[in-house]
């Protein structure tokens, strides 16, 4: 069943500054967020995905006690106002996980280094009962340790069921594939059930291996839900012309409504790819 999950932030420094639930001042604006969490709601949302730590690139990890600090005033009032509705916290904190379970009846963990960051994070997804979202987030190198496929179009044909790749899409595609079974094998160790798969764009990959492992997504795994997290990120908005202006920001073009199209367009194509899972900015301009 297709789901969109709608993007929420309680951090000063979230690329797309309309996700940000603060006030001027900085602090957490809970008749803001409030207003904001029925908004999606009402518009569609099937999930909340509410984050108090930046991931934009280069950022730098607050830490779980400033991270809680954040997050402790929404969950108050989303256990009082929104109990029942699905939740999804961004961290990549075990104790964090933890500490958000009494405020949701249905949460899942929404953790960018899928486990690889907290080593407690899998076994306490998995003891804790809730959801969770593993992605792909290594850089695509042979330094990984997973072996090098992008040899050349022969190499896509064999690997990938007689479609022709670039080297450069094949070996994208070689890598992260090669990621999810060792995930896979890791989740079923740790006793992990219930877990959705998201590739990982804009996580340390190219540009065009962004967009090989958008065009190719229906030769990846499907076993597990696909998620996909593409809305406003700079794949899109460096395709524009106004990406090589320097009097525009990041934060800037990513607020462009030519960026808000190109998310529609490229969720579009995550559909037909297989994706069923949608994390967006814009719940009612998702398509």
């Given at each position: ?64 006690q400033e991270e809680w600090r954040r997050l402790q005033p929404a969950l108050e009032l989303w256990k009082r ?101 060792k995930f896979s094998l890791r989740a079923e160790s740790a006793g992990l059930k219930d877990w959705w798969f ?90």
């Amino acid at each position: 069943m297709e789901k969109r999950m709608g993007i929420l932030n309680l951090t000063p420094d979230s690329f797309f500054p309309e996700s940000r639930m603060l006030s001027g001042d900085g602090s957490f604006d809970g008749a803001r967020f409030l207003s904001a969490v029925q908004t999606h709601l009402d518009k569609g949302a099937d999930i909340i995905d509410l984050g108090a730590c930046s991931t934009r690139p280069g950022y730098t990890d607050v830490g779980a006690q400033e991270e809680w600090r954040r997050l402790q005033p929404a969950l108050e009032l989303w256990k009082r106002h929104f109990f029942s509705v699905p939740l999804s916290i961004d961290t990549y904190h075990a104790e964090i996980a933890r500490r958000c379970a009494p405020y949701s009846e249905h949460l899942i963990i929404n953790d960018i280094s899928a486990g690889d960051y907290d080593s407690d994070m899998l076994s306490t997804v998995a003891e804790l009962g809730c959801g969770y979202v593993a992605m792909h987030h290594d850089r695509l190198r042979e330094a990984d340790g997973v072996e090098d496929r992008a040899q050349g179009p022969e190499d896509g044909v064999s690997r990938f069921g007689g479609a022709t790749l670039s080297a450069e899409a094949a070996g994208a595609l070689s890598q992260v594939e090669a990621w999810y079974e060792k995930f896979s094998l890791r989740a079923e160790s740790a006793g992990l059930k219930d877990w959705w798969f998201d590739p990982g764009y804009g996580f340390g990959k190219s540009l065009a291996q962004n967009w090989a492992l958008l065009r190719h997504l229906d030769l990846l795994p499907h076993e597990r839900p696909i998620l996909v997290g593409l809305s406003r990120k700079s794949m899109l908005y460096k395709l524009l012309p106004e990406a090589s202006d320097p009097k525009y920001s990041p934060s800037e073009l990513a607020a462009l409504p030519q960026t808000k199209t190109l998310t529609r367009l490229a969720n579009r194509l995550a559909r037909l790819g297989g994706a069923s899972i949608f994390r967006v900015h814009d719940i009612e301009d998702a398509f």
